[in-house]
């Protein structure tokens, strides 16, 4: 079974403050990594995802994240935040194996950025 | 492109009453699928369909029918409406079925209250 977890429930950032949201994975293959932001009273919108390659990954918004395999970790990242950052942040996975259609989502983070 | 649409925004229901959500895309997306948000929980699949005629069950599926005729539409039926499915309900797709590592595009999300 795969599984994530937002250690976190809320996070609190002085705006032009770096930001930090955690996440954490467990999958029996290799992961397929997403991070979505959802805005106050509207659907999801899609930030990034790490399929292969670079740790690194760069989204929209000036948002990246690190994938560390070892750690089984995605934190999302952000050098300068601002207060329209503030928003619900979810992590979510999906094993690499062939028929895994099932995206599973972590509880999610709500980020407050404070002027 | 209107990208995924949900109907109604909002619906309250007495229990033992049934009820459709509506979802339709106009991306030509293979897959869509059903995701309720419940408070602390995150977003949990109730079903998902890769391609017309085809649907199979996510992570809670009880109480839910789905149908998929064209690939437009992903309709979600409540059979018979419980206090227990209040709850917000995304409808989500993606381009590809077989590429499980594609980024979903949400509707902006149905909130149901069962009294």
């Known amino acids: 079974a795969q599984s994530v977890a937002q250690p976190e429930d809320q996070v609190n950032v002085a705006e032009g403050n770096p930001l930090t949201v955690k996440c954490t994975y467990s999958?029996?293959?290799?992961?397929?990594l997403f991070w979505y932001v959802q805005y106050p009273n509207r659907g999801l919108q899609f930030l990034l995802k790490?399929?292969?390659?670079?740790?690194l990954v760069k989204g929209s918004y000036g948002f990246e994240a690190e994938f560390n395999k070892s750690q089984t970790s995605f934190h999302l990242k952000k050098p300068s935040a601002l207060v329209s950052d503030s928003a619900l942040y979810f992590c979510a996975v999906r094993d690499s194996g062939a028929g895994s259609y099932q995206l599973t989502f972590g509880k999610g983070t709500k980020l407050s950025v404070i002027p | 492109n209107a990208g995924v649409t949900q109907t109604p925004k909002f619906q309250v229901l007495k229990t033992g009453q049934s009820m459709t959500l509506q979802c339709a895309q106009d991306m030509n997306h293979e897959y869509m699928s059903w995701y309720r948000q419940d408070p602390g929980m995150g977003l949990r699949l109730i079903h998902y369909s890769v391609g017309a005629g085809i649907t199979d069950q996510g992570e809670v599926p009880n109480g839910y029918n789905v149908s998929r005729s064209t690939t437009e539409d992903f309709p979600l039926r409540l059979l018979s409406a419980a206090p227990s499915q209040t709850s917000v309900y995304f409808c989500?797709?993606?381009?590809?079925?077989?590429?499980?590592?594609?980024?979903?595009?949400f509707g902006s999300g149905t909130q149901l209250s069962v009294l």
């Open positions: 790490y399929i292969t390659g670079d740790n």
């Open positions: 999958v029996s293959g290799n992961p397929y």
């Open positions: 989500a797709s993606s381009y590809s079925s077989i590429t499980t590592n594609e980024k979903l595009f």
